[in-house]
């Protein structure tokens, strides 16, 4: 066979040189634009409020002053119908960490680790982490049951398996000097009590873990993260500085009233006990000192999340970061004389939900119905990562492109009554017009309310004829 000649030799050569050339830079290519796809991966900033109802200036309570979350609702999307899966604390929490429903955790008390049910769960900021992100949790994320310390605390917010960092300033010694305050019931209640304290509240626990995020942002540069801001305020007891007293002059509140005509409370949709004695003993002295109390630190949270929204902003980092921000669980204000949580009416089970911030729609309300099992799925499908495969919600990533989309239509709480053997499960369901309530599985009680008509639930609509088959669907 005859050789080629060496200009042919020479040009196959440098055809071969251009062919490797630019399957190089076609990988090279292919690389940088992996990275870049991977920089586009949103920072997550979850900001969790304890005992945070829809009283809010943004969801129309304009006498409650929150400048901070106004402004984001504004920047982003506001749900007008998110709901917790249980009524408290610890329950809420683990559900939706877990992505699982309150009937797969087991846990329905404050006191009981989702671990005990669940040993090998994979948490939501577990999968973040394992999926690249740098994960940190300030304040009160996981609920910490009574007398957790040490390794078992540890146990009880995940420390292990989810965080590369876990602070709580709640351990903070240095306590505010209080100005004026009681207990509410005479002590009958040790938690039912307010304090205006002097100064800016530099040394509440809320503070501090305000000013760890903001730093923990600052440091994040080159780093996905999910960072977890978890404030103990509005919860028990009340107590935040004098100035966020100011803001509500007892004379200004104006005191909820049931009707007259309201359909008598089914007596297991109310926690009752000794609580329900207080607060029945309550004289409007003690109600518009209650209401105020909630006010004042709900506006000292605003002022939290204020400066952290400031802090994310400094950082650099606020064009490229998924902003959450959430209630755990409702409470009432004297709907039905109570002034706590633990029940399945709306004050309790809907909760403030505002997301903003890369790739979501600016000054928008959604009203279709999301579940806070809803958040997990939400987020791996917004940070391209993979998860567990039995998780209970569904993402609502649809409605940050269409907030008017229709959404799953549905959202669901329970709570239970008792202990033990004898406890008593009440479950409730939520569409975009009806709530209906069972209670031991009808067996005590069923209720329906029509949400579009009635949004106090004062009329229960389940012995009306009309609805037979609304109950039955």
Known sequence: MKKPAHSLLVFLKIKTTYRAFFVALSLLSAIIHGQAEASKKPNILLIISDDLRDR????GASEVFTPNIDALAKQGIRFENAYDQYSVCDPSR????????PEQTGVWDNSTCFRTHLPDAVTLPHSLRNGGYYTASFGKVFHVGPGAKGVDRDVWVDAKNAWNQVEDGGNSKEKPKILEGRNMTNGKLKWCEWGASEGSGENDNDYINATAAIEAMKKSEGKRWFIA??????HDPFICPKKYFDLYPLESLKLYKDPVDMTPTLPIALPGGATEEAFKAFSDQDRREFMRAYYACTSYMDAQVGRVLDGLKESGSDENTIIIFMG????????REWWNKVTLFERCARIPFI????????????????????????LMERCGVEGPQNLAGSSFSPLLVDPSGPGKGYAMTMVTRGKGKGVIIGRSVRTDRWRYTEWDGGRQGIELYDESKDPEETHDESKNPEYKKIIES
């Open 56 to 59: 809010l200036g943004c969801y």
């Open 328 to 335: 755990d669980n409702g409470y009432h204000l004297g709907e």
């Open 229 to 234: 801001v978890g404030f103990h305020k509005p």
């Open 355 to 378: 997301v903003a911030g890369a790739g979501v729609k600016t000054d928008q309300v959604c009203k279709s119905p999301i579940e806070l099992v809803d958040i997990y799925p939400t």
């Open 94 to 101: 683990s559900s939706f960490l877990t992505g699982l429903r």
